[in-house]
Structure formats: C-alpha cells, structure tokens
C-alpha cells in the first residue's frame, strides 16, 4: 500500500489505519462484484422467462396485450413486440455485463410498464415487480460490477 505524499506527515498508527482502509477497499471490490453479478443475473432470469413465455405462444401474446395489459400510449401489436423484443435482448446484455446500465434502465422501465399496464397485481406480484425495480435501479446506478464485459472492456480501454 502506498502512502500518498500528503499523508506522509500523519503519524505512525494513521499511517497503519490508512494503509489498512485502502487494503479493506480493494478486497471490497469483490464481494461488491459478487452482489451485483447475482443480481444481474436474478433480474435477467426473470425477465428472459417471460419473454421465452411469450414468444412460445404468441397468439396468447397478442389477446394478453389486447384484453389485458392496458399498455398506455401504444397499440397492443406494438406493445407485444416491443415488450417482448426487451425482454429477450435486455436481459441477455444484463447477464453479460454488456451496456449493463443501459439494459437495467431498459427493464426498470419494461418491469414499470407492466405494473401501470396490469391493474390486476396480487400483493405478492407487487412485491416482486418492487424487488425487481430495485435491483435494476441499484445496477444502474453501482453498474455492472468487475464481474462484466463493461468492466473488461473499460480496463483494457484505460490501459491503452
């Protein structure tokens, strides 16, 4: 660890207490990497299983946005591609850590849609689409993490 010039005239024990804080900083790096690889992936899985479920029978797709989801602004037809094209893409790009703030703003805004669009939610359902929008905004906001091809492709960036 290296002590920085201005420090240099800290006594001895805050010099030990600096040197230990930027140890304890960079091993944090890895559980923080950890956190926010799983739950990328939980947000992912969700969301891939969804889009998967309607592309598997998409004549139930189009009545499900024409009866039931009240999607406001857009028509059904589009509403369906448009939710399921994001729900299949974003969370590919999540899982790998590519654009990875970028796609959980994109499924912030999907998982926010669906909420507005289906009145019918259990409290239970609620509570997921919450979780959900919380672990989106917290990877948008932290990114990635070091375990992700935005991390790799920033340090390899930087080292040119």
């Not at 009545?63 to 059904?76: A, G, I, Q, R, T």
């Not at 899982?95 to 909420?115: E, H, I």
Request: glycine share 6%; net charge positive.
């Amino acid at each position: 660890m290296s002590i920085t010039s201005h420090q240099a005239h800290l006594p001895k024990p805050f010099k030990q207490l600096v040197a230990l804080s930027q140890r304890w900083l960079s091993l944090a790096v890895w559980p923080q990497a950890l956190a926010l690889l799983a739950a990328r992936l939980y947000v992912a899985n969700i969301f891939f299983k969804s889009g998967l479920t309607k592309i598997r029978d998409w004549d139930a797709t189009l009545f499900l946005f024409n009866e039931e989801y009240h999607v406001p602004v857009l028509p059904p037809e589009l509403a369906a591609w448009m939710g399921t094209g994001a729900e299949l893409v974003l969370p590919v790009m999540l899982a790998l850590g590519l654009l990875s703030r970028p796609a959980a703003v994109g499924l912030f805004f999907v998982n926010a849609v669906a909420v507005i669009s289906y009145g019918d939610l259990s409290p239970a359902a609620l509570k997921d689409h919450h979780l959900w929008g919380v672990l989106a905004v917290v990877i948008a906001l932290f990114g990635a993490g070091r375990l992700s091809v935005d991390s790799f492709v920033w340090r390899k960036w930087l080292s040119r």
